[in-house]
């Protein structure tokens, strides 16, 4: 593949993406050509017909054959930005989504930044929401649990990318198993899809997160039964669990956790208005 201008290569590629059904397909292309030729955003917006050296062309195409069978840009690139941070992304780990960025806006909102305290993660897959937390809260220290050593060993390298590590446990376990210290904060992203719906799912979640970080189980409920169930012991009584949840499941899990003694406390909704995050606390 010969040497070619920027806007060449981009209006080939987004055209390729968009014949396979790839909505974001001008940005992906972008962010893609960007790591391929190791050019910033300002420099392809300012140099349409600069020209990109063969090795970075052939490097852009393999990523853009990748893209076209609906591999998340942010596999192919092995990082994802989240909260204002770039994050390390394998195929061990959930890929951190937006719409999670409310869990983070929830803890910060209970945790005052001059006040020390405690949370723990549980599932926290590349970390990012406990890591981003303890980024802007540096008097808090963490507990991060999943049941993947390998998602620990992915979460341990962006604690330390991102300067928490010393104040951070890496914890392998399923859920609170092996956790005795108490909390002011417990919040999650736990798998919460249906198994029935998990056919229906877009490729670049079926086919590329890790199904235990998705599977919620028959109702897509399972993990909040298990949350709801241990959390009283190791929370401080005015400590809260905040869990991300998908379309539809406010009143069950609402339920569930008021069957364990919790009462509701907060919804917050992502930024497409639909709602995210709840908040509990005990009653």
């Known amino acids: 593949m010969p040497p070619d201008t920027v806007a060449k290569l981009l209006g080939e590629a987004q055209q390729r993406l968009k014949e396979a059904g790839i909505e974001s397909a001008a940005l992906d292309a972008r962010l893609l050509l960007q790591a391929a030729a190791n050019l910033r955003h300002d420099e392809i917006i300012a140099g349409p017909t600069l020209i990109v050296p063969q090795d970075a062309c052939l490097r852009f195409a393999a990523m853009v054959e990748r893209r076209r069978v609906h591999e998340p840009v942010s596999r192919i690139l092995g990082e994802r930005e989240f909260y204002g941070r770039?994050?390390?992304?394998?195929?061990a780990t959930l890929d951190p989504r937006p719409d999670t960025e409310t869990l983070v806006d929830e803890g910060l909102d209970h945790l005052p930044p001059d006040r020390p305290a405690r949370i723990i993660d549980l599932g926290t897959g590349t970390g990012a929401i406990i890591v981003s937390i303890m980024a802007e809260r540096p008097l808090v220290s963490g507990?991060?649990?999943d049941v993947s050593a390998e998602a620990l060993d992915v979460a341990r390298n962006n604690a330390e990318r991102h300067g928490v590590s010393d104040r951070l446990e890496l914890h392998l376990g399923?859920?609170?198993?092996g956790v005795a210290d108490g909390f002011d904060l417990i919040v999650s992203n736990p798998?919460?899809?249906?198994a029935g719906d998990i056919a229906g799912l877009a490729p670049e979640v079926r086919l590329h997160d890790p199904g235990l970080a998705f599977d919620g189980g028959a109702d897509g409920l399972e993990a909040y039964r298990r949350i709801a169930a241990d959390a009283s012991p190791l929370l401080m009584k005015s400590?809260?669990?905040s869990v991300e949840i998908g379309a539809g499941q406010v009143g069950e899990v609402t339920t569930i956790f008021a069957e364990k003694g919790f009462a509701l406390v907060n919804i917050r909704k992502d930024l497409a208005g639909s709602i995210r995050v709840l908040t509990f606390q005990p009653g």
């Open 239 to 241: 400590g809260r669990i």
């Open 86 to 91: 770039m994050f390390r992304v394998t195929p």
């Open 143 to 145: 507990v991060a649990v």
């Open 191 to 194: 798998p919460y899809i249906a």
């Open 174 to 177: 399923n859920w609170f198993e």
